[in-house]
């Protein structure tokens, strides 16, 4: 039945004509967003637009109005989009900043990468003891694949998760109930975080916290963006790409023969995907990224180096996105059960840490949120807070992002050590 679907032939089969289309969908979900319907507001409330940029192209696909399983599109952007948007978004690692916000608030954020490292492993293992079908599976199938790309998103954002799916390589039908477990779980975390923003003081109670480094922060933050913002210009955008299709380039060219030699050499590292030369293309990305923070680069940022990554990542989204087949979001419901228990296990590693050391609930929301879904909910989050505390979420995040591709390949590796085998 499966082959017979795959044999009809897809609606647009142009790859300009598929783009243009993927293009659309994406302008038309930026705009609906930024529209100050109540209705609409309310919609986006509960259906975030990261969400519709996943599963419209999957619809589409799903409709067979285009191809998704064989169109180059998402070869291409994993490929292109995903390194430079990650060059772009670590060239702003600012760790003079990290440092002077080790004390508690780097410390709460250390504690939530902790708790998703040794949370995915642990909720993996409990589901096992009841239900091993929900956390089984065999080749592609296998769920810790799935949950891999699961903890990228956890520790980083979208575009770590997508370097673990080309990494780990889970099923279409797999990664399709993944994104649907991330978004549900982990926006109604970030919705209780936004509500904790409005009762802060009463949080603070409860964590006995010292809140007046906070002020200090809000303050530092405040100087720091009225005195470096600027308007970009054409020059900006175009030295931008250069760096980050530059890096991508050098990436995929020192990538390929170091994978062929772990290949040919080492070939019990393929368990470990040492093999994979997406593995190394992302590592040597990030690295650029981070390399090129210590230089004038990095000023980049004022210009709008972020929010450039940030449209990559949109770009590389929709094409990841069609290849998601929607039917089989709900295969395995029971995936749910296993993201509450992981992100519980997260939340309360952050409640033990905030509770000892007297933590602000803002370092216990930042710290999360920089971890879960990486600038654009750290942004969200910090907002929520105060205006100019949106720097040091931003800071956070990018340190999230450049540390979570190998923080989540961490905990995919522990979690297979503890999956069941071939359990269907």
């Known amino acids: 039945m499966q082959n017979a679907i795959r044999e009809v032939t897809p609606l647009i089969t142009d790859n300009a004509a598929v783009l243009g289309l993927l293009m659309i969908v994406l302008g038309v979900v930026f705009y609906t967003a930024s529209l100050k319907s109540k209705y609409i507001v309310k919609f986006y409330t509960i259906i975030p637009p990261l969400l519709l940029c996943y599963f419209i192209p999957g619809l589409l696909n799903s409709a067979h109005i285009i191809d998704g399983e064989n169109s180059p599109l998402a070869s291409i952007g994993s490929r292109f989009f995903l390194p430079s948007c990650l060059i772009l978004f670590t060239l702003n690692l600012d760790l003079k900043e990290m440092w002077n916000l080790r004390k508690r608030a780097g410390l709460m954020f250390f504690t939530g990468t902790v708790g998703i490292i040794i949370g995915g492993p642990i909720a993996v293992w409990i589901t096992s003891l009841f239900a091993p079908e929900i956390v089984g599976g065999v080749g592609p199938d296998e769920v810790w694949r799935g949950l891999g790309t699961l903890a990228g998103s956890w520790i980083g954002g979208s575009a770590n998760q997508v370097a673990l799916k080309e990494i780990l390589q889970p099923s279409p039908s797999l990664f399709s109930s993944i994104i ?204 929520a807070f105060h205006p100019s505390l949106v720097s040091a979420g931003v800071i956070l995040a990018v340190c999230s992002y450049a540390i979570g591709t190998y923080a989540a390949w961490l905990t995919a590796i522990l979690m297979q050590l503890v999956s069941p085998i071939n359990v269907m």
Do not use: C
């Open 180 to 383: 649907a477990v991330d978004v549900f779980v982990a926006y109604i975390w970030m919705a209780f975080l936004l509500y904790g923003a409005t009762k802060q003081q009463k949080f603070d109670r409860f964590f006995n916290a010292e809140a007046a480094d906070v002020k200090a922060l809000t303050k530092r933050m405040d100087q720091q963006q009225k005195a470096n913002s600027r308007i970009p210009e054409a020059k900006d955008f175009i030295l931008m790409l250069s760096l980050a299709l530059g890096g991508t380039g050098l990436a995929s060219l020192i990538a390929d023969p170091v994978a062929s030699y772990m290949a040919n050499n080492f070939p019990e590292l393929e368990k470990f995907s040492l093999t994979n030369s997406f593995f190394w293309i992302v590592l040597v990305a990030t690295l650029i990224g981070i390399g090129l923070s210590f230089t004038p680069a990095r000023k980049f940022e004022h210009s709008g180096a972020s929010k450039l990554g940030t449209a990559l990542l949109y770009m590389l989204i929709v094409t990841i996105g069609m290849q998601m087949d929607i039917a089989a979001i709900l295969k395995n419901p029971g995936l749910f059960i296993v993201g509450i228990i992981w992100l519980s296990i997260h939340a309360l590693l952050l409640l033990l840490v905030g509770k000892l050391i007297k933590a602000p609930f803002f370092y216990f929301a930042v710290g999360s949120m920089s971890n879960i879904g990486g600038v654009a909910s750290a942004t969200v989050t910090s907002a």
